[in-house]
């Protein structure tokens, strides 16, 4: 019987800045929730109440919005990994409150559901890995699989030898502590590294395959795709104000005490949160989410985007497959283009189609700016009047 | 203060009542103390916090009792003044928020009677008066004994002869009712039970309850039988939990984006009608605030912000001295700040304002507190509770609160043009990036922190609606790090204050880039000439203060009657953690409580 799980949220997500420069991976939201929720709500709805959480980086978001999980039918108790190390040296963090024989593991900013974590608890073996197929297998730990026990983890190989995948969610066995300790010793700290030793000690690790949900987000433009995906599973509600002459169409959920203006058009599915001002004529377009306390003023086209919240965005604007950080001001005739781009981020390569701008926290951006496909812009940055701006901006700078 | 509780149900009454009082000791943590009533009554007490008194109950299996957590106001701290008290019978047993003003008049006379007394206190001659008028029936007696009292009180009792039942009398001092399902509470505030229920009764002043397993009785102050609404409190008891934060304030402080959304929610639109705040009150020739501590300078802000956007002439008062100053301007309106809504001195100075037929518009957190019933208009802060004793987020709150009435009043009275609040308001609703932006540089904040710990004088100056600010920053500070620091004027710093500056007085300036920002540069450079260490708290954009300060603490760029806010929120980091480097005791200080219910 699993009663209590682990969820490692220490991490930072370096690879999303500009929006982990202030919030853990684990909070970037997706249709309005931060990916962490869903991996708390996948355990609720899997039976499982009782939740340790590894926190670390910019860990007060989290203990803010989490509370002592109540809200969300579970019991959270917090560890701190004072320095991210490594994600098998933060699971080591919450052992003094795991005295289970048996516990989850789950990676925090994953997006998962129950379908995935069920069988993985219904599993009568006592290390259980949970793995998927994935079409790019070497940024992953890649798996060898043999009658259904893992025979072998590859962390990013250079040349996969399959296209399985693991998921980073595990039930593992008390006796794990142990492997974690002696690898500690040894100065290894990855988490994939030690199920590995654990498998070489003759450790039995078994594969499991579904259909539940797992979704990582590595790159800003996959919170883009991701957001269009969870978005696909919304219901209808509104519990804002909806003036005459606003046409709504599709699934779209709209926060108390939102305003939406008249000669609005909203295709679904879009969500938008609480205390919104939306127009007049304004049009959005799926698969969009907007959070708490966005004005968007009239005579703007918003699709497939995410507006966190407190964003404003001016008149006659357009925003295309971007993701707009906490608090932006935005001015009016503001264009991001859609299209593609070569983008270097640390040392790899990676070619992007169809994607907009990203946008850090508090940037003030002035009227009659346009930005180039996967530009890049940091936190509090400012971009002055008639700008067309491309690459990456650094945090907190100034384009004149 | 102190905080009050009594369960009657089906639980484990021990652990319902020290959990109880657990969540209550912000109100007051010398002593405490629980009556445990089955077929016997036995009283525990101790000095020092609940968990020594948790020590000494032993595992008992009871359903009912009373138990108290003490702030001492008459009797020194000591196991014998610790409440419950007893009857010389040792058969009542009662506990008391408040005090008894004739107590010593009634404590002679029932000495002159035989009565025998163990402590100092006003509460036990309570326990005596009952004894005497009781004749089988506890609610009978207390009804008797209460009307000999002078004062204030929330009072609960237990009689060995009747288990099966509590009651319960208000005067004054808060009393609220859990109603659960065959189980009741009864309590000086919500926390202490929510986390067993959010059905609440508010018991108003004399009134009287009796609690017992089968229900609840209220009773008006003719002993007629009256029937109450239940309200369902949407508070959860999460809340009032730190999850994972080392302190209540550390919490509450990081709560802050978050409870100024919710202040602000549904209440200001940058289209029309820009700010419904649901309180039907016609713009005033004059605005009075009366209000205590924090909220009080809230208050001087807000006369800042009636003054420049709505034009009307603002007073502001404390509400202790209020009631000894002779014209009450009855023309104008008074507007009463207070987080609990039961601050004694501020509740006084209202009653006194009524009397002479000024209308009263309260700021409060609390719904259905006292203040809000005095009131003709509440607005509520909408923070849920605020449990750490130094008010952090309902400040920030009240000083919002204050903004909106003054863009309010200034728009119905036309002296601010729509375009300039439709501006204010598009700042208030990045509030919570503005106060995220601050969060996010906490470390920087400690590290300054670290420079003035060792200190034993801090000085805070500012100008214009930064000097109540100024204010708050040295009263957080010398709140919960007992470091000695003062705010002043800057202005005022040359004519008396000046001699006491050396190099070991750090001042920290808060300045802002407006009318004011030249002549704070010209006494930040007075300042650092008798070699002060000077800490600005400026603003993004602002370079040139850089040359003339040691240290710079960045807010976003704002206009100052919205950076008040997260100005406000610098300055409680800046306090919590000097205070956290000294390892003082930040949720709980010395020798203060929550919610100052005594004069």
Redesign the interface.
């Known amino acids: 019987m699993i009663k209590k799980a682990v969820i490692l949220a220490a991490g930072e997500g370096t690879r999303l800045k500009p929006f982990t420069e ?1 919030a853990p991976k684990a909070m970037i939201p997706v249709a309005n929730k931060p990916v962490l929720e869903y991996v708390v709500n996948a355990l609720v709805k899997s039976g499982i109440h009782n939740i340790v959480i590894v ?1 670390g980086y910019k ?2 978001s ?3 919005y ?6 969300f039918g579970a019991e ?3 560890v701190t990994q004072k320095e991210q190390v490594g994600t098998a040296h933060a699971l080591l963090q919450a052992e003094k409150y795991m005295e289970e024989d048996n516990f989850l593991v789950l990676p925090g900013d994953n997006i998962v559901d129950e379908k995935g974590i069920i069988p993985l608890i219904k599993e009568k073996h006592e290390m259980v890995l949970l793995v998927k197929k994935h079409p790019q297998p070497s940024k992953y730990g890649v798996v060898e699989i043999e009658e259904g026990v893992i025979k072998n983890i590859m962390e990013k190989p250079v040349e996969a030898k399959s296209n399985i995948v693991s998921t980073g969610i595990y039930k593992l066995n008390k006796k794990i502590w142990e492997i974690l300790h002696d690898c500690a010793k040894k100065g290894i700290y990855d988490l994939t590294n030690v199920i590995q030793e654990a498998i070489r000690r003759g450790h039995i690790l078994k594969a499991v395959e579904n259909e539940g949900k797992w979704m990582d987000i590595v790159y800003p433009w996959d919170l883009i795709h991701v957001n269009a995906k969870i978005l696909q599973e919304i219901s209808y509600s509104t519990a804002g104000k909806i003036e005459e002459n606003v046409v709504i169409k599709g699934k779209v959920c709209i926060g ?2 939102t ?1 939406i ?1 008249s000669g609005c058009y909203i295709v679904g599915p879009v969500v938008i949160g ?2 919104c ?1 939306i127009g007049p004529n304004v049009c959005i377009f799926p698969s969009t989410s907007i959070g ?2 966005v ?1 968007i003023n009239p005579f703007t086209e918003i699709k497939n985007s995410i507006l966190m ?2 964003v ?1 965005i001016g008149s006659n604007s357009l925003i295309l497959s971007s993701v707009i950080g ?2 932006c ?1 935005i001015g009016t005739h503001f264009s991001t283009i859609s299209g593609g781009s070569i983008l270097k981020i640390g040392d790899e390569y990676t070619e992007v189609e169809n994607i907009g701008a990203f946008v850090g ?2 940037t003030i951006i002035k009227s009659n700016v346009v930005l180039r496909p996967a530009t890049r812009i940091g936190v ?1 940055c400012e971009i002055e009047v008639g700008n067309v701006v491309g690459g990456d901006i650094r945090s907190r700078c100034k384009v004149v | 203060m102190c905080g009050i509780i009594g369960y009657v149900g089906f639980r484990n009454a021990r652990e319902i009542l020290l959990e109880g009082l657990k969540r209550l000791d912000y109100r007051g943590y010398d002593s405490a103390g629980i009556g445990l009533i089955s077929d016997k009554l036995i009283v525990y007490k101790e000095v020092g916090e609940i968990e020594k008194l948790e020590k000494q109950v032993p595992a008992i299996n009871t359903t009912a009792g009373i138990g108290h957590t003490r702030w001492a106001t008459h009797g020194g701290v000591t196991k014998a003044n610790a409440h419950p008290h007893t009857d010389c019978k040792k058969k009542i047993a009662v506990v008391h928020n408040g005090i008894i003003e004739n107590f010593k008049e009634l404590r002679e006379e029932l000495i002159n009677r035989g009565h025998k007394f163990t402590s100092d206190t006003d509460t036990e001659v309570v326990a005596h008066l009952v004894e005497e008028a009781y004749d089988g029936c506890l609610e009978k007696a207390v009804s008797s004994a209460i009307k000999k009292l002078k004062g204030s009180y929330a009072l609960a009792f237990v009689s060995k002869d009747e288990p099966d039942k509590i009651v319960a009398a208000r005067k004054e001092s808060p009393l609220v009712i859990g109603v659960g399902d065959n189980e009741y509470f009864v309590a000086s505030d919500i926390p202490a039970f929510l986390k067993y229920t959010n059905r609440v009764i508010y018991i108003e002043d004399g009134e009287k309850c009796i609690l017992s397993r089968k229900g609840v009785k209220i009773f008006d102050e003719n002993d007629k039988e009256i029937e109450k609404d239940i309200n369902v409190v949407d508070w ?4 009032a ?1 730190k ?3 080392s302190h209540y304030m550390l ?1 509450e402080i ?2 802050q984006p ?1 409870s100024i ?1 919710d202040s ?3 209440r200001i ?3 029309e009608p820009h700010v419904t705040l649901n309180v039907d009150v016609e713009v005033p020739e004059s605005i009075t605030i009366v209000a205590c501590g924090t909220s009080f300078y809230a208050g001087l802000a807000g006369k800042y912000m009636f003054e420049e956007i709505a034009d009307i002439p603002t007073k502001t008062e404390l509400s202790s001295e209020y009631r000894y100053l002779g014209r009450k301007d009855e023309t104008g309106l008074i507007i009463a700040i207070s987080q609990s809504g039961e601050t004694a001195d501020t509740l006084a100075a209202v009653r006194g304002a009524k009397k002479y037929g000024c209308k009263v518009l309260a700021i409060t957190n609390v719904v259905g507190s006292s203040l809000t019933r005095i009131a003709d208009y509440t607005i509520l802060t909408r923070c849920g509770p605020e449990i750490g004793v130094a008010a952090t987020k309902t400040f920030t709150a009240q000083l919002l609160m204050l903004l909106m009435l003054a863009l309010d009043m200034g728009l119905k009275k036309g002296t601010i043009e729509d375009a300039r609040v439709e501006e204010y308001i ?1 700042h208030i ?2 509030l ?3 106060i ?2 601050v ?2 540089r ?1 470390e920087e904040i400690k590290r300054i922190a670290e420079e003035i710990k060792d200190k034993e004088t801090v000085f805070f100056i500012g100008r214009g609606i930064n000097y109540p600010l100024a204010l708050e920053g040295a009263l957080k500070l010398k709140e919960i790090s007992y470091i000695h620091a003062e705010g002043f004027a800057a202005g005022e710093l040359k004519h008396g204050p000046f001699a006491l500056l050396t190099e070991e007085t750090p001042v920290v300036a808060v300045v802002a880039r407006d009318k004011t920002y030249e002549k704070m540069l010209a006494n930040i450079r007075e300042v650092k000439a008798r070699n002060s260490p000077v800490v600005a708290i400026a603003d ?1 954009k602002d370079m040139d203060v850089e040359s003339y300060v040691d240290e710079v603490i960045r807010y ?1 760029v704002t206009p100052p009657v919205i950076s008040c806010i997260p100005i406000a929120v610098v300055l409680q980091l800046l306090a919590y953690h000097a205070a956290n480097l000294r390892g003082c005791p930040i949720d709980k200080p010395r020798n203060l409580a929550k919610s100052v219910t005594v004069e």
Do not use: H, M, W
Not at chain 2, 236 to 239: D, G, P, R
């Open positions: 202030n926190v860990k007060e989290i203990l803010e989490f509370g002592d999980g109540n809200r959270i108790e917090y108390e005490d305003v203006r609480k205390n001002e708490d306390n004005t919240e407190g404003s906490k608090g001001f926290d508090g509090e | 959860s008891i999460e809340e939990e999850a994972g934060f919490k990081y709560e978050r959304a602000f929610r549904g639109y940058e289209k598009t609703k990045k919570p990036s503005y995220q932006y969060l996010n906490n993004e976003p």
